[in-house]
């Protein structure tokens, strides 16, 4: 495969740039660690790790593009973020390897692989939650951990909490040196709501250190 042109290389260098920067936009408002930034130097990485392999030729091509999905690992491994019991950034990690994915696809010229993945993306990250939303809490309670002040009661945060999202259950109360107790809890969300909206309404309780979705 030939060398592409200077208009052909910056065609592709804004092909991997816009999408990437779109889905960064979406991690960033959604409050993630990894946002607009780190998406698109992700994908114009990639996309140029993939032009340099296409200069070089022969298999060292295939090689640096094989790379490229090596080191994303890493990176998507920082947006990865345990705390106590819960695990957050999976999703933003998962639309790294994505970002580096188009990064590649345009990279290559890959044009029609490029516009699928992007359309796909697009619609699993901001549409997708919107169906989460109006239909699982129907079908499976959703559990709920609650980080507490250390000088807090168990027993009077979870009846603040039950005042607030009725029907609220703790099913397990943990202790940990670092972080204190975790209150685990269980509650069937009412039709349409935001699980987010609740945490927020939880996490002004007296004695709430922090709340979050169980994973």
């Known amino acids: 495969m030939s060398d592409p042109d200077i208009v052909e290389t910056t065609v592709r260098m804004l092909l991997a740039i816009v999408p990437a920067a779109v889905i960064g936009l979406e991690r960033e408002l959604s409050g993630n660690v990894a946002g607009l930034r780190t998406h698109i130097l992700l994908a114009l990485g990639a996309c140029l790790f993939t032009l340099a392999g296409l200069h070089i030729g022969g298999?060292?091509?295939?090689?640096?593009?094989?790379?490229?999905?090596?080191g994303v690992g890493f990176i998507g491994a920082g947006a990865i973020i345990r705390d106590s019991l819960r695990v957050k950034g999976l999703t933003t990690a998962a639309s790294l390897w994505v970002t580096a994915a188009i990064g590649v696809a345009a990279g290559v010229g890959a044009y029609l692989a490029l516009a699928?993945?992007?359309?796909?993306?697009?619609?699993?990250?901001?549409?997708?939650?919107?169906?989460?939303?109006?239909?699982?809490?129907h079908r499976r309670q959703q559990r709920i951990e609650v980080s507490l002040e250390p000088s807090a009661d168990a027993d009077s945060v979870a009846a603040q909490i039950a005042a607030v999202l009725p029907g609220f259950t703790v099913t397990r109360v943990r202790s940990f040196r670092d972080s204190g107790r975790i209150l685990t809890g269980e509650a069937r969300l009412k039709r349409g709501s935001d699980p987010m909206d609740v945490i927020d309404e939880i996490v002004v309780v007296p004695g709430v250190k922090d709340a979050d979705l169980a994973v």
């Open 116 to 137: 699928a993945a992007v359309l796909a993306a697009l619609l699993i990250l901001i549409i997708v939650p919107t169906l989460q939303r109006r239909v699982l809490p």
């Open 59 to 70: 298999p060292d091509a295939g090689r640096i593009a094989a790379q490229v999905v090596t």
